[in-house]
């Protein structure tokens, strides 16, 4: 890809249930969309919501055998679930009811090729007293998916994530606290002439620290529909 070209992602056909108690966003759909930057046969999704992540980047990579979502929120798992069925994936990815602290624990430390996560961007504001939103609003839930992703991920093994520009300095300080080692950066846009809205980061569990690559932007409006 020459300067100043853009990366157009191709978005899956994929069937979706009628009714959604949690929605997913454009964050999700890239997270599971972006093309990955190596072969993996196993993947964990730490926070999955409504698994569309899970389910995009399994139909999109067809030797990525074995995968896990994950969620804290119970009817946030009944809709993967019925996602992943819909969607004839049920032998590739498996929905775990359990809090990212406890997944090491589940599956194994050190056992999975690849973790990716849509972890909460709002570190700053109003505590809310609703439960969800408490979720949403506590910034030391972004240091339980690192910490988490640190122990089930195998040695170098692979991390990918999305983040807020807001928040893209202190996630690289909770990262580096933990040697999950970013090495690329993606800026998404919604549309050309606009500010990006998100970040994506990649990186290697204990990986050398020699700076990261910036890679060409991706733009959500000019994303293909297989």
Aim: aromatic residues 8%; glycine residues 6%.
């Amino acid at each position: 890809m020459g300067n100043g070209e853009i990366l157009k992602v191709t978005i899956p056909k994929f069937a979706t249930p009628e009714k959604f108690d949690i929605k997913h966003t454009h964050a999700s759909v890239i997270l599971g969309a972006y093309p990955l930057a190596a072969k993996f046969e196993s993947a964990i999704e730490m926070g999955c919501g409504n698994g569309v992540s899970s389910v995009i980047m399994a139909l999109l990579n067809s030797d990525l055998l074995k995968m896990i979502a994950v969620d804290v929120d119970k009817q946030a798992c009944e809709n993967a679930l019925t996602f992943v069925k819909l969607n004839n994936l049920s032998k590739r990815i498996s929905v775990l009811n359990a809090d990212v602290l406890e997944v090491p624990k589940i599956v194994g430390y050190e056992s999975v090729d690849f973790v990716f996560f849509n972890p909460p961007f709002h570190v700053v504001g109003k505590v809310s007293e609703d439960k969800r939103r408490f979720l949403e609003r506590n910034e030391d839930v972004f240091e339980r998916f690192v910490l988490s992703t640190f122990k089930v991920l195998k040695n170098k093994g692979y991390f990918r994530m999305i983040t807020s520009p807001v928040n893209t300095l202190n996630n690289f300080d909770v990262l580096r606290k933990h040697n999950l080692t970013p090495k690329t950066l993606v800026p998404i846009y919604g549309k050309k002439g606009v500010d990006s809205k998100l970040i994506l980061i990649e990186g290697l569990k204990n990986g050398k620290e020699r700076g990261f690559k910036v890679k060409a932007p991706v733009f959500l409006d000019e994303m293909i529909l297989a």
